[in-house]
């Protein structure tokens, strides 16, 4: 499995990573970036499995980036890792392609989403 981790706070990245690495045993790959702009040419690139994607990033936020990686590759599954909980960020994110959508605060279910091959996306 591949990975790649969006969001601007290095700490935060780290912390995703760790929890990643303790709990999932067949990660090939973490990758991370800092911005929207990033996240889309290195999905191009690398074509991770998942991508955790903040959505106030600079450059570009994560659902413009979630738009264009999904508009490309319909397959890509993103998971919208926010702080914010709004309505409106869920609805866009889930008319753009996003799997699902987890508030930080609640960074340790991430874990079991990307493990369960049967997850359904965010409707």
């Given at each position: 499995?591949?990975?790649l981790?969006?969001?601007?706070?290095?700490?935060?990245?780290v912390?995703?990573?760790?929890i990643l690495?303790?709990?999932?045993?067949n990660?090939?790959?973490?990758?991370?970036?800092?911005?929207?702009?990033s996240?889309v040419?290195?999905?191009?690139?690398?074509?991770?499995?998942?991508?955790?994607?903040?959505?106030?990033?600079?450059?570009?936020?994560?659902?413009?980036?979630t738009?264009?990686i999904?508009?490309?590759?319909?397959?890509a599954k993103?998971?919208?890792?926010?702080?914010?909980?709004?309505?409106?960020?869920?609805?866009?994110?889930?008319?753009?392609?996003?799997?699902?959508?987890?508030?930080?605060e609640?960074?340790?279910?991430?874990?079991?989403c990307l493990?369960?091959n049967?997850?359904?996306?965010?409707s």
């Amino acid at each position: 499995m591949t990975i790649l981790i969006v969001d601007d706070n290095t700490k935060f990245r780290v912390f995703i990573k760790k929890i990643l690495q303790a709990s999932i045993h067949n990660i090939e790959t973490i990758y991370e970036c800092e911005d929207g702009e990033s996240a889309v040419s290195m999905y191009n690139e690398f074509k991770p499995d998942w991508v955790l994607m903040d959505i106030k990033l600079p450059l570009m936020d994560g659902l413009e980036a979630t738009r264009l990686i999904t508009g490309k590759n319909p397959e890509a599954k993103i998971i919208i890792l926010t702080q914010y909980n709004d309505t409106e960020y869920r609805e866009v994110a889930s008319k753009w392609g996003a799997y699902n959508f987890f508030l930080k605060e609640n960074v340790e279910l991430i874990p079991k989403c990307l493990n369960n091959n049967n997850s359904t996306r965010e409707s």
